[in-house]
């Protein structure tokens, strides 16, 4: 954008309001997210036929959109680390795993001993224990998760980026064990083992039902309320996403993605832009994390698995790294697909055609096949952003001088950065 | 004029006493480490010399899947993620092979069975080895290093699904055909098995040694290694080369899995995962792309484990046994990134 020549002066349009085009992907987004509220509230009301009812409730259930909010967040988070700053990071689901256990400490009855209430909502039932404030805990959650990505960051982030895909995996092999074992650390329960934390608090908001909507602490039911509070999390990573895209840190980042070499010689402090990126990227992993407790209702050692970051990494690819919209659609189809799409579509298959087969077992294949064939033949994601599509395809220096005329053929992107560019997503030349 | 050569000063105090601070810690993490095996070896000489068996045994198969990742980054810069999970493939593939031959009891027929099932099941590791690389990877060659490091992980999550459907999701028990028994020197108890192990291994590696440093395509792929470029104007064809080095990395990791899966007798489908990241953390402990480095860092980091797992005193345990194999992966980083015998590469520009 930045980079674009002078926007030539236009004349005004007439007759009809228009808008810039950087607002067209939050409007549409904004749109499609009411048009999903307003759907659910008639059919929560009953004010909508059966057929459509019962279709709904099949293809498209409110719990299966509220967690692929949930991998929205954590997307966003990881397209931080990866899409703008060029950090692979393999570990991301350590992240999660702390937010979800920051809820289960300080949101729940499992510090019995403690009798602590900062604004909290304790669950029925529950003597004792630390309750804290669902929108407090999302602050610590995010705060802790901000500290620890700093503090795996400092020492590794020198290194060459392979390693440092290693170290982060390590590292999100460790904390999900550290809280598996965490039962007995020298005598003291810190996670309660693989039993897990729960029930966590229910969150305060509006309930909406049949009977009227009034203010209180929601059921396990009450998808519509939870979907309002995840839309206002999402939103509110979305925002600092795209604002921190446009600033001085954001450009920083990209400078780091695309050349560190170069980057650096033009004073952009390494160490300190790689440690934001960090830091910023776990904020929005922790963020996920405490909504996710909350979804469920619990945190369980068991559910951090590799396989996690491995989904998000594939969000973020399949979507197209760096563009948070690109990112957002990744994470809510792959989402979706895994939760109720895949399983759904095997049911159908297996009804229609008579066979038995098991379609979730076969996820592997699919995520694997996606990244692969992805990286294959369409590495920049289903929505580029026009600047990562150029880096991708762009040969490295060294290739180009050691390979001379044969490049020409292999790619034919670089004629258009030769000839200055072409007119790319952003569409503001003529 | 002194306010500016003190300020010009001041980064390199800072990275004087940074060098500091990283000797003093890793020294001092070395020596809790040595005071550690002192104090047990001390106190139960026995076990931590069976704990340090155990250990060398597993660190042996370390060491050959291991070579395979060195192999491979040694010659494109490539962490080859999907190699845990060849290994793990070449588990499921010779114990459905030995029992499907009919090999399950332990006397002539079944060694000589087992002779000819190592070798089947190297060829098979690479052949897929050689057929990811020539699917995936080659066309990835010239892109930038995410492009390929994303693909390996998902061919790893491909090479999964295959075991999935291949081994089932639960573990299986397998019986096994080398020599059963043991026998005891004071009071450290020896399988059989353990000598098979160290032979198979010990042929194969002076078999790739001789490969690497004698034979013409040993020659050409060192070659490789250092320049492609040039490599390729000397009249090398690099892609074959490439594939050679595939081929060697698959065989190693198809011997470890028929090794593996008769030792331990299980088969699972997401043993390749973990048992990749060891090894991986064993070639990196002796520097990445060096072959010697790769078999004593396997060695090194079967040994902590095995010691780790088995030792009485202040050990975290078995249940910890990930975390320690990271936790020395995530300070080596720190501390000696080059590993042990590796040599310090810059980021080519």
């Not at chain 1, 300190?272 to 996710?292: E, P, Q, S």
């Not at chain 1, 055609?353 to 692969?372: C, D, E, K, Q, R």
């Not at chain 2, 081929?247 to 190693?252: E, K, N, P, T, Y």
């Amino acid at each position: 954008m930045s980079f674009a020549e002078p926007v030539p002066t236009e004349g005004k349009p007439r007759g009809r309001l228009r808008l810039p085009g950087r607002f067209t992907w939050p409007l549409f987004f904004l749109v499609l997210a009411i048009a999903i509220f307003i759907f659910y509230y008639l059919l929560t009301m009953g004010y909508l036929d059966p057929s459509v009812r019962s279709f709904a409730l099949k293809w498209f259930p409110l719990v299966s959109i509220n967690e692929a909010l949930v991998w929205v967040m954590a997307a966003l988070g990881l397209n931080i680390v990866v899409g703008y700053a060029g950090l692979l990071d393999l570990g991301f689901v350590a992240f999660w795993a702390i937010g979800g256990y920051v809820a289960g400490w300080i949101m729940s009855g499992f510090f019995d001993k403690a009798n602590v209430n900062i604004l909290g909502n304790p669950a029925r039932f529950i003597t004792g224990g630390i309750h804290v404030n669902f929108w407090i805990v999302v602050i610590a959650g995010a705060a802790l998760c901000a500290f620890f990505g700093v503090l795996i960051g400092a020492p590794t982030l020198r290194l060459r980026s392979d390693y440092l895909a290693l170290v982060t995996l390590g590292f999100g092999e460790i904390i999900p064990q550290v809280f598996h074992n965490g039962d007995n650390v020298y005598g003291v329960n810190i996670s309660n083992g693989t039993k897990g934390i729960s029930p966590i608090d229910p969150v305060q908001g509006l309930s909406i039902s049949p009977q009227g909507i009034k203010f209180g602490s929601l059921g396990p039911f009450d998808h519509l309320s939870r979907y309002l509070i995840f839309l206002v999390l999402t939103l509110l990573i979305l925002f600092m996403s795209l604002r921190l895209r446009e600033g001085r840190l954001g450009r920083a980042w990209l400078a780091i993605r695309e050349d560190e070499l170069a980057a650096s010689a033009m004073g952009v402090p390494l160490m300190r832009t790689k440690l934001a990126a960090y830091g910023i990227g776990a904020v929005a992993g922790g963020v996920a994390g405490v909504a996710f407790a909350s979804h469920v209702s619990g945190v369980l050692p068991d559910r951090f698995q590799f396989a996690i970051s491995i989904t998000l990494l594939a969000m973020v690819v399949l979507g197209g790294m760096g563009n948070v919209w690109g990112v957002m659609l990744g994470a809510l189809l792959l989402a979706w697909f895994n939760s109720t799409g895949l399983p759904e579509l095997g049911t159908t298959f297996n009804s229609t055609f008579g066979t038995h087969i098991n379609f979730p077992s076969y996820s592997f294949l699919i995520f694997g096949g996606a990244l692969v064939l992805m990286m294959l033949f369409r590495r920049e994601g289903f929505l580029p952003e026009s600047r990562t599509r150029l880096v991708l395809r762009e040969p490295e220096r060294t290739d180009v001088e050691a390979l001379g005329s044969d490049m020409e053929e292999q790619a034919p992107e670089l004629d258009v950065m030769t000839t200055g560019g072409k007119s790319g997503d952003e569409g503001v030349r003529p | 004029m002194t306010s500016t050569a003190s300020a010009l000063r001041a980064p390199q105090m800072a990275l004087r006493v940074r060098t500091v601070l990283v000797w003093v810690a890793g020294t001092a993490i070395l020596a809790l480490m040595a005071l550690w095996l002192i104090i047990n070896f001390v106190h139960a000489p026995a076990q931590f010399f069976q704990s340090a068996v155990y250990g060398l045994r597993n660190g042996v198969l370390y060491a050959l899947i291991a070579l395979g990742y060195t192999l491979v980054y040694g010659i494109i810069e490539l962490i080859n993620f999907a190699h845990g999970d060849l290994f793990m493939l070449g588990t499921v593939f010779s114990a459905f092979t030995l029992t499907g031959l009919g090999l399950t009891v332990p006397n002539l027929t079944g060694w000589l069975g087992f002779a000819l099932v190592l070798v089947l099941a190297m060829i098979f590791c690479a052949s897929i080895n050689v057929t990811i690389e020539f699917l995936a990877y080659r066309r990835l060659r010239r892109a930038p290093k995410l492009a390929p490091l994303i693909t390996a992980v998902g061919m790893s999550f491909v090479l999964q699904f295959i075991g999935q459907q291949w081994n089932g999701s639960t573990p299986r028990l397998w019986p096994s055909i080398l020599p059963r028994g043991h026998f005891t020197i004071g009071g450290v108890t020896i399988d059989h098995n353990v000598f098979v192990v160290i032979a198979v291994t010990g042929g194969l590696l002076a078999l790739m040694t001789w490969i690497v440093a004698k034979t013409r395509a040993g020659k050409a792929m060192r070659a490789t290694a250092q320049d492609q470029d040039a490599a390729r104007l000397m009249g090398i064809n690099v892609n074959r080369i490439i594939s050679f080095t595939f081929a060697m990395g698959g065989a190693l990791a198809g011997a470890a899995g028929i090794l593996y899966q008769q030792t331990v007798g299980t088969t699972r489908y997401n043993a390749g995962f973990q048992l990749g990241l060891i090894a991986f953390t064993a070639a990196v402990l002796g520097g990445i792309g060096n072959l010697t480095g790769a078999v004593l860092g396997g060695l090194l980091i079967g040994l902590i484990q095995g010691l780790n797992d088995g030792l009485p005193l202040y050990a975290p345990g078995q249940a910890w046994s990930q975390s320690v194999v990271f936790a020395i992966l995530i300070m080596l980083m720190v501390f000696k990134p080059t590993g042990l015998l590796g040599q310090t590469v810059g980021e080519k520009v």
